[in-house]
C-alpha cells in the first residue's frame, strides 16, 4: 500500500522558520504532481504548493509565494516544504498530497498523508 507519511511539524515563533518532510513509500511522484495542503481552523483545505514530476516546476498559493519552498529529494523519495517567515494565519494542519494537476483542488487529490500540525505563535 502507497503511503505518504509527513515529518517535521510543531511550534514556531512568528518569523520563524520550519521544514516539513514527506516520504513517499510507492514512487508516486513519478506519476503524480506531489505537494502540500493545509487546513486552517474553521476553513477549507487549500492547496499551498506543489511540484511537477516531470519538471519541476513549483506552484504556490498567493500567501506563501516568496516565503515557502518545495523541493524534491529523488534519491531518497521525500519531498520537503521549507518554510520561513511564518507568521500566526500560518497555523494549520499540512497535509502531503499526490495530485492529478499541480494547479487542481481537492478533487484532484488522489493520496493524502495523515497530516502534520504547524502552529505559529509567541
Known amino acids: 500500500e502507497v503511503q505518504l507519511v509527513e515529518s517535521g511539524g510543531g511550534l514556531v515563533q512568528p518569523g520563524g522558520s520550519l521544514r516539513l518532510s514527506c516520504a513517499d513509500s510507492?514512487?508516486?511522484?513519478?506519476?503524480?504532481?506531489m505537494g502540500w495542503f493545509r487546513q486552517i481552523a474553521g476553513k477549507e483545505r487549500e492547496r499551498v504548493a506543489t511540484?511537477?514530476?516531470?519538471?519541476?516546476?513549483?506552484f504556490y498559493t498567493k500567501s506563501v509565494e516568496g516565503r515557502f519552498t518545495i523541493s524534491r529529494d529523488k534519491a531518497e523519495n521525500t519531498f520537503h516544504l521549507v518554510m520561513d517567515a511564518l507568521k500566526p494565519e500560518d497555523t494549520a494542519m499540512y497535509y502531503c498530497?499526490?495530485?492529478?494537476?499541480?494547479?487542481?483542488?481537492?478533487?484532484?487529490?488522489?493520496?493524502w498523508g495523515q497530516g502534520t500540525q504547524v502552529t505559529v505563535s509567541s
Open positions: 498530497v499526490a495530485m492529478r494537476y499541480c494547479t487542481g483542488g481537492i478533487g484532484d487529490v488522489r493520496l
Open positions: 511540484i511537477h514530476p516531470t519538471d519541476a516546476t513549483t
Open positions: 510507492g514512487f508516486i511522484y513519478k506519476r503524480y504532481c
